[in-house]
């Protein structure tokens, strides 16, 4: 069996650890990287490729055109709806959802002087990063994991938030790291596996998913379905797992941290379908609550350019 993904170091790491129990099951697999959208252009907007696919997007063409039997995303990267005939098969045990400060000279969010310039290419962490220090100067980094850090110590930015779990799967602790306590981008944290529907791989996929994982990965892509959400918007969410009792916590912000809206639900869990209901559940909360409404209707009128 071929497994797609992109051909940075994490992205291959992560394919290796999607193949391990994949492999336990007498499965041959065989990765092959591909280049995408988001790998060759380095220097536009992660938001300007439309949706949330500037990776996925190509990977999710190759596998529709026989290039391969199934794919490996960092499940945040995966628009909430696949690709016709294609659908999330698997998923492994969840790392961490938190966001790091990575900062030079020892300092943190709190102790970064006013006008450090740091760099993110996420909405939500900007206006995160704003609410609480709307004296920083956030810009748009590219580039991958090593590329990044390297534009950090080259003293082109004074801070970087990144991704722990990218961070811990390659081995990387950088000095005074420091967890901030945002809520993430939904689904952060997951490797998944992408197949074709009712093929051998997806059977197989479901049959070694981490159950846990799965049905939270489900909630929250259920809520970003039921609101039409892409990487434009400064949204966040979570879900975990209290027994047999899911806990979803969500929140959109104004893209400059100004205002912000956050809900939650709590609701037994024990399938597929009823974390789908759980997370569209909480969707229409959302579509419910005017001033939701507002911070929605602006962050997509900023994206596209509008006043």
């Given at each position: 069996?071929?497994?797609?993904?992109?051909?940075?170091?994490?992205?291959?790491?992560?394919?290796?650890?999607?193949?391990?129990?994949?492999?336990?099951?007498?499965?041959?697999?065989?990765?092959?990287?591909?280049?995408?959208?988001?790998?060759?252009?380095?220097?536009?907007?992660?938001?300007?490729?439309?949706?949330?696919?500037?990776?996925?997007g190509c990977i999710e063409e190759a596998l529709l055109?026989?290039?391969?039997?199934?794919?490996?995303?960092?499940?945040?990267?995966?628009?909430?709806?696949?690709?016709?005939?294609?659908?999330?098969?698997?998923?492994?045990?969840?790392?961490?959802?938190?966001?790091?400060?990575?900062?030079?000279?020892?300092?943190?969010?709190?102790?970064?002087?006013?006008?450090?310039?740091?760099?993110?290419?996420?909405?939500?962490?900007?206006?995160?990063?704003?609410?609480?220090?709307?004296?920083?100067?956030?810009?748009?980094?590219?580039?991958?994991?090593?590329?990044?850090?390297?534009?950090?110590?080259?003293?082109?930015?004074?801070?970087?938030?990144?991704?722990?779990?990218?961070?811990?799967?390659?081995?990387?602790?950088?000095?005074?790291?420091?967890?901030?306590?945002f809520l993430p981008a939904p689904c952060q944290g997951?490797?998944?596996?992408?197949?074709?529907?009712?093929?051998?791989?997806?059977?197989?996929?479901?049959?070694?998913?981490?159950?846990?994982?799965?049905?939270?990965?489900?909630?929250?892509?259920?809520?970003?379905?039921?609101?039409?959400?892409?990487?434009?918007?400064?949204?966040?969410?979570?879900?975990?797992?209290?027994?047999?009792?899911?806990?979803?916590?969500?929140?959109?912000?104004?893209?400059?941290?100004?205002?912000?809206?956050?809900?939650?639900?709590?609701?037994?869990?024990?399938?597929?379908?009823?974390?789908?209901?759980?997370?569209?559940?909480?969707?229409?909360?959302?579509?419910?609550?005017?001033?939701?409404?507002?911070?929605?209707?602006?962050?997509?009128?900023?994206?596209?350019?509008?006043?």
């Amino acid at each position: 069996m071929k497994l797609l993904t992109r051909g940075s170091a994490l992205a291959l790491l992560q394919a290796e650890r999607m193949a391990l129990p994949l492999r336990e099951k007498g499965l041959a697999v065989e990765i092959v990287p591909l280049s995408t959208r988001g790998d060759r252009d380095t220097v536009s907007p992660l938001c300007s490729f439309g949706g949330s696919g500037a990776f996925s997007g190509c990977i999710e063409e190759a596998l529709l055109g026989g290039k391969g039997d199934g794919a490996v995303h960092s499940l945040k990267d995966v628009p909430s709806c696949c690709r016709d005939g294609l659908e999330i098969a698997s998923v492994l045990p969840r790392d961490s959802a938190e966001d790091v400060l990575v900062a030079r000279g020892g300092f943190t969010l709190e102790t970064l002087p006013e006008g450090a310039v740091v760099g993110t290419s996420s909405p939500r962490r900007k206006a995160q990063l704003l609410r609480v220090r709307p004296g920083l100067a956030v810009r748009e980094i590219r580039g991958n994991l090593s590329t990044r850090l390297k534009k950090l110590e080259d003293g082109l930015y004074d801070a970087l938030v990144l991704a722990a779990a990218g961070l811990e799967r390659m081995g990387i602790r950088p000095p005074g790291a420091e967890s901030l306590p945002f809520l993430p981008a939904p689904c952060q944290g997951i490797i998944a596996l992408e197949a074709p529907l009712n093929s051998p791989l997806f059977s197989l996929g479901r049959s070694v998913a981490h159950r846990e994982t799965f049905l939270c990965s489900v909630a929250e892509r259920s809520l970003l379905k039921t609101l039409g959400v892409g990487c434009h918007v400064p949204f966040a969410a979570l879900a975990r797992m209290e027994g047999r009792i899911l806990v979803l916590k969500a929140e959109i912000l104004d893209p400059l941290g100004r205002e912000s809206v956050r809900l939650s639900c709590s609701c037994p869990v024990t399938s597929e379908e009823d974390a789908v209901r759980a997370g569209a559940a909480l969707g229409e909360r959302f579509r419910e609550t005017p001033p939701a409404v507002r911070l929605f209707a602006e962050s997509l009128a900023q994206a596209e350019g509008r006043p």
